[in-house]
């Protein structure tokens, strides 16, 4: 079975920095894109940081490039999500998502605000 737990979400100023974190547990999906999206309230779900393990490819929203950073720890299940100068903009229920071919696993999500 398959189960993502964030955690590392709250309320930072404008300007300061969060660390999300992952523990994934999915030993039978190897070849997936594993990541980072969001939610903000009246918008759709969007992608912000995503490794897709098959290409080795990483990609970023436009919108955090420079100041996110995907980090995956090594020897362990877990994931980063390292949000630095983060905007108002940012606010929203932070998700952890493990996409292998034709299947979808979401965690929970953390909420993430950020007041000026």
């Known amino acids: 079975q398959v189960q993502l737990v964030e955690s590392g979400g709250g309320q930072v100023q404008v300007g300061g920095s969060l660390k999300l974190s992952c523990s994934v547990s999915?030993?039978?999906?190897?070849?997936?894109?594993i990541g980072w999206y969001r939610q903000a309230p009246g918008k759709e779900r969007e992608a912000v940081a995503t490794?897709?393990?098959?290409?080795?490819?990483?990609y970023y929203a436009e919108s955090v490039k420079g100041r996110f950073t995907f980090v995956g720890e090594s020897g362990t299940n877990v994931l980063h999500l390292q949000m630095n100068s983060l905007k108002p903009e940012d606010t929203a229920t932070y998700y952890c998502?493990?996409?292998?071919?034709?299947?979808?696993?979401w965690g929970r999500g953390t909420q993430v605000t950020v007041s000026s």
């Open positions: 999915a030993n039978n999906y190897r070849l997936a894109t």
């Open positions: 490794l897709d393990t098959r290409l080795g490819s990483l």
């Open positions: 998502a493990l996409h292998p071919p034709g299947l979808n696993f």
